[in-house]
């Protein structure tokens, strides 16, 4: 079964400064798509950024960047220029393309930002 | 598109209680996911369907728990009775395989408080 470990459970940053979130993930399938989701203190659960493991080049989103390593089943998420609004709960996720289509989810890294 | 829409937002109730969760996905999607988050447990997948059938509910708690999709454009999370422990944020989820994007939209999901 796969599986999404997210090993820090909280970070912080200075306002304007670069922080990278870490993910790794254990498959056994060559084609998947990986994601990075934020939940704010809203709640509200946005995408930030999208990979699909086919694609060597790593996504990238504005301030967001993603370093997407396949043989080491790595990915991870690098913010850039970092904002107060950035403070949040950031979830990876995984999905298999071709078996069950069920979201895997890690336990989230809580990032602050720091003023 | 206003994307998924869930209702109620919060709600309060006692022990005892029936509570029922609505989920309106996106038009087109045909899949949608029901999410359960507690500080505890995190984010835990209940139930999904596909074209309105359920795939997986393996990860409904217990009897107390149900969930129906009648038709494409809504769903509903029973909790009956309720437990304070049932306590947490209910996510609905929708996505659309055949897009190839495979982006998970969320829901603001709804705030229970069982007493």
């Known amino acids: 079964a796969q599986t999404v470990t997210q090993s820090q459970p909280e970070m912080s940053v200075q306002e304007a400064e670069t922080v990278t979130l870490s993910c790794t993930y254990d498959t056994s399938e060559s084609n998947y798509y990986l994601f990075w989701y934020k939940q704010p203190p809203s709640r509200q659960m946005i995408l930030v950024i999208r990979?699909?493991?086919?694609?060597?080049q790593n996504a990238t989103e504005n301030r967001f960047s993603v370093n997407f390593q396949k043989a080491a089943k790595s990915f991870s998420l690098k913010i850039s220029d970092s904002q107060l609004g950035d403070t949040a709960m950031y979830f990876c996720?995984?999905?298999?393309?071709?078996?069950?289509?069920?979201?895997?989810f890690g336990t989230g890294t809580r990032l602050k930002v720091l003023a | 598109d206003a994307g998924v829409i869930q209702s109620p937002r919060h709600e309060v109730t006692e022990m005892g209680q029936e509570v029922t969760l609505r989920c309106k996905p996106i038009?087109?999607?045909?899949?949608l996911f029901w999410y359960r988050q507690t500080m505890m447990r995190g984010l835990e997948l209940l139930i999904y369907?596909?074209?309105?059938?359920?795939?997986?509910d393996s990860g409904m708690p217990e009897d107390r728990f149900s969930a129906k999709m009648p038709n494409a454009s809504f769903s509903t999370l029973k909790i009956q009775p309720s437990e304070p422990r049932d306590s947490a944020v209910y996510f609905c989820?929708?996505?659309?395989?055949?897009?190839?994007?495979?982006?998970?939209?969320f829901g603001a999901g709804s705030r229970l408080t069982v007493l």
């Open positions: 369907f596909n074209n309105n059938v359920p795939i997986d």
């Open positions: 038009s087109g999607h045909d899949y």
């Open positions: 989820a929708s996505s659309w395989r055949g897009s190839g994007a495979n982006v998970l939209t």
């Open positions: 996720a995984f999905l298999s393309s071709s078996g069950t289509y069920k979201y895997i």
């Open positions: 990979q699909e493991a086919y694609k060597q």
